[in-house]
């Protein structure tokens, strides 16, 4: 899904600019290009595996890589040693996916989803995707209409 929304960017960039994907290359690139293998892993279990959470996160790692490629003037050492690393490497890292998650909120969120009762879990599981009623939800789960609607309103 991430790597269809980077084609589908590269591609939009690629019409504006009128650029010729054969001589850039563009059109051989995967997720790969862009992400390490922990910071994907990272990405997707703070996210819940929920599709929107993931390319927020994904969007905002790849700003923070960015932001650390073209660099500012006013960086303390240890910060200039993390940039010059990314500079040679330019994938998101580990540690840039890490802090993407705590600037979305997302591992606030995965721990209290953590927190929350197997039902809610699973109400939550069946809103996730697709917009159903209290009504709809019950009849699923094989729970009191009622209940469905206090969690809810939870």
Do not use: W
């Not at 819940?48 to 650390?68: R, T």
């Not at 890292?93 to 929350?116: D, P, T, V, W």
């Amino acid at each position: 899904m991430l790597e269809e929304r980077l084609n589908l960017t590269i591609q939009s960039k690629e019409d504006k600019n009128s650029i010729n994907s054969d001589d850039n290359n563009i059109n051989n690139l995967n997720i790969y290009d862009f992400f390490d293998e922990d910071a994907i892993k990272t990405i997707f279990e703070n996210s819940l595996g929920i599709p929107k959470l993931i390319l927020d996160i994904s969007s905002k790692a790849l700003s923070l890589l960015k932001s650390m490629i073209i660099g500012s003037s006013s960086t303390t050492p240890k910060q200039s040693l993390l940039q010059q690393e990314q500079k040679m490497n330019r994938k998101v890292s580990n540690k840039i996916a890490i802090q993407a998650c705590r600037q979305i909120k997302c591992q606030q969120a995965k721990m209290e989803y953590g927190n929350l009762s197997d039902i809610k879990k699973e109400i939550i599981y069946k809103i996730m995707y697709k917009e159903r009623s209290a009504t709809e939800i019950a009849a699923q789960i094989r729970k009191d209409r009622t209940t469905v609607s206090r969690h809810l309103n939870e």
